[in-house]
């Protein structure tokens, strides 16, 4: 039995790199044929009446991994310079106001049909309110830098505010003052834990032996993060700015304080550092989007209750979406089609407690929901990709 794990977990990871070069090829996000594969391996695992356990606890595993390197890899690609303020503020804002926006209008709108509490309604809206950086900045490669850079920057703020902003309304008891209070003192925790972990691991970088080099930094991450969420600090915050810090490092050099962390060597390895946090990242989130497949019934997933739902869901997403595109005085294209839900969105749906899960809110409709946005995401980028290289075609004089 061990051998067969072997050669199909192989297997996968030889498939999961295909599909990564074919979808580029066709501009079609590679998400959409893991979840197919996955969901083909279900079948397979029932027809041949193979016992599976519950994946439930692997599908959170293996996504809380995958947001850790999605958003480190996304934010170590991004260049920081006194003049991206005002576009960083942007996409910040791009990305905190449609999500409160939808959250809030949302739940009002479902408290007017349904007898639930306004709170329950906002618990189950929330994951439906963020962008995917593990599924929006994979697809930015057919983008030009521009747009890429922002998308980039809107997903990774969207998955780390998404994130507090669900924590603070599930901690919710109506003790608004104090509650705030502690969310302050959270934010304040982070990111003094953030500057010292950062400059604690930029100095390991920075005495990186020959060997075994590169895999202990990614632990002590994992770790750093893994103990902020269980103090309940925001872990994603601390990922970011070490992406970003790596990234940017020679606008810190002029420090005294910087120069004693040997940031010399830190940059000669940091491109292998990037190398490797992108194959580990290919890897963890094409497996979670396999193990997803396995929960998805092809029955349940067209299910046209669900379907309308979802669209309904989709609509009010990029309505909103539009209007505060156009009210920040954001190119409305391609931004508009570059708001996938995903990784998120799923975990958050994984952690709703059981009794506020409002009825139509289900695992296949936040499928649904991934799998559509994703379809527009993909739709989107193709049009925009071609018209792009349309416009970029000499003109051919007829009379030549």
């Known amino acids: 039995m061990v051998r067969e794990l072997i050669i199909l977990f192989a297997f996968l990871v030889v498939v999961s790199y295909i599909i ?10 590679a998400v959409i ?10 079948f397979l695992a029932i027809r ?3 016992p599976l356990p519950d994946l439930t606890s692997y599908l959170m595993f293996m996504g809380g991994i995958s947001l850790i390197l999605v958003v480190l890899e996304g934010s170590m690609e991004l260049r920081w310079a006194p003049e991206k303020n005002k576009l960083i503020l942007r996409m910040f804002l791009l990305c ?9 209008a949302g739940a009002w709108l ?3 049909f349904q007898k639930v ?4 309604a906002l618990y189950n809206l929330i994951p439906f309110s963020i962008i995917s950086s593990a599924v929006a900045i994979p697809a930015t490669h057919i983008l030009a830098a521009r747009p890429r850079e922002q998308i980039i920057y809107e997903s990774s703020f969207s998955d780390i505010m998404g994130i507090l902003f669900f924590d603070f309304v599930i901690q919710d008891r109506g003790k608004l003052l104090e509650e705030t209070g502690i969310f302050l003192l959270q934010l304040g925790g982070t990111f003094v834990l953030t500057v010292l972990a950062t400059i604690f691991i930029a100095w390991l970088l920075g005495f990186l032996p020959k060997g075994v080099r590169f895999i202990p930094i990614i632990a002590n991450l994992v770790l750093i993060f893994e103990v902020s969420e269980f103090f309940n600090l925001p872990g994603l915050i601390f990922i970011f700015v070490f992406g970003l810090f790596l990234g940017n490092l020679s606008r810190f050099t002029r420090m005294k304080p910087m120069r004693r962390i040997h940031p010399d060597r830190i940059k000669a390895n940091f491109e292998e550092f990037h190398n490797i946090v992108s194959e580990a990242n290919f ?29 309904g869901i989709l609509v009010f997403i990029y309505a909103v979406r539009a209007l505060f595109l156009k009210l920040l005085g954001v190119s409305l294209l ?3 089609f570059f708001a996938p839900r995903g990784l998120v969105s799923i975990l958050l749906f994984l952690y709703i407690p059981l009794h506020q899960l409002l009825p139509e809110v289900t695992l296949n409709l936040v499928i649904q929901v991934v799998i559509l946005s994703t379809v527009v995401m993909a739709i989107g980028g193709f049009v925009r990709t071609k018209k792009q290289e349309e416009e970029s075609l000499p003109e051919v004089d007829p009379g030549t």
């Open 33 to 42: 044929f893991l979840l197919a594969i996955g969901t083909f391996l279900r």
């Open 20 to 29: 990564n070069v074919f979808s580029q090829k066709i501009k079609v996000p």
């Open 110 to 112: 479902i408290t007017l």
């Open 283 to 311: 890897l963890v989130r094409s497996f979670f989007f396999l193990l997803l497949g396995f929960f998805i019934n092809p029955l349940h997933l067209l299910s046209l209750k669900t379907i309308f739902w979802a669209i």
């Open 334 to 336: 391609p931004n508009l």
């Open 48 to 50: 041949f009446k193979i």
């Open 96 to 104: 905190i106001l449609p999500m409160l926006f939808f959250s809030f």
């Open 117 to 120: 509490s306004y709170q329950q």
